[in-house]
T-cell receptor
Framework: DAGITQSPRHKVTETGTPVTLRCHQT?????MYWYRQDPGHGLRLIHY???????DKGEVSDGYSVSRSKTEDFLLTLESATSSQTSVYFC??????????????FGSGTQLSVL | RKEVEQDPGPFNVPEGATVAFNCTYS??????FFWYRQDCRKEPKLLMS???SGNEDGRFTAQLNRASQYISLLIRDSKLSDSATYLC?????????FGTGTSLTVIP
């Protein structure tokens, strides 16, 4: 299994509080992604990174920010959590965006509940 | 319009049956295609890549039809352990797009 660790695994927080989720990889892969998974929507991309300090928005980026100061760490921050951000969050990594190494490998996920 | 569409199922099949899933994608410029498997409350895991020539891995066969923009997965001799949700995934440059998944339950 790919070396990807997400923390925390579970988080309950209140509306309006800031929340940071962490993804740590030991594979030295260039690309890192944050997805959320909700019933009826499948996995949707929030933000992704294609290198240290290089990030871009996905289709559901509103209300989220990311940072990547080291190859191995990719942080997702909810500046002011809302109930609509209750979801399961998955981090994923890929060695490349195209070609033979483009496969995605996922972390175990973070269940976030915003009350 | 969704990038990737799948029949959500559920598919309930007896052990030993053959079952097929289809998936369509909207962008003809899509580059790479995959099937992932996701067990309840777990992360998605790569099942197999899908190549234009078709490819097989044991009981699993994947095919790609670029002209019609669809991908298929065939599972032969279904096992109880095949019960899961199967996700169709399409790569477009830096981004991967996921179908909502097809639920399979294999019944004893």
């Amino acid at each position: 299994d790919a070396g990807i660790t997400q923390s925390p695994r579970h988080k309950v927080t209140e509306t309006g509080t800031p929340v940071t989720l962490r993804c740590h990889q030991t594979e030295n892969h260039r690309y890192m992604y944050w997805y959320r998974q909700d019933p009826g929507h499948g996995l949707r991309l929030i933000h992704y990174s294609y290198g240290v300090k290089d990030t871009d928005k996905g289709e559901v980026s509103d209300g989220y920010s990311v940072s990547r100061s080291k190859t191995e760490d990719f942080l997702l921050t909810l500046e002011s959590a809302t109930s609509s951000q209750t979801s399961v969050y998955f981090c994923a990594i890929s060695a490349s965006s195209r070609g033979a190494n483009e496969k995605l490998f996922f972390g175990s996920g973070t269940q976030l509940s915003v009350l | 319009r969704k990038e990737v569409e799948q029949d959500p199922g559920p598919f309930n099949v007896p052990e030993g049956a053959t079952v097929a899933f289809n998936c369509t994608y909207s962008n003809s410029a899509s580059q790479s295609f995959f099937w992932y498997r996701q067990d309840c409350r777990k992360e998605p895991k790569l099942l197999m890549s899908v190549y234009s020539s078709g490819n097989e891995d044991g009981r699993f066969t994947a095919q790609l039809n670029r002209a019609s923009q669809y991908i298929s997965l065939l599972i032969r001799d279904s096992k109880l352990s095949d019960s899961a949700t199967y996700l169709c995934v399409v790569n477009e440059g830096n981004q991967f797009y996921f179908g909502t998944g097809t639920s399979l339950t294999v019944i004893p």
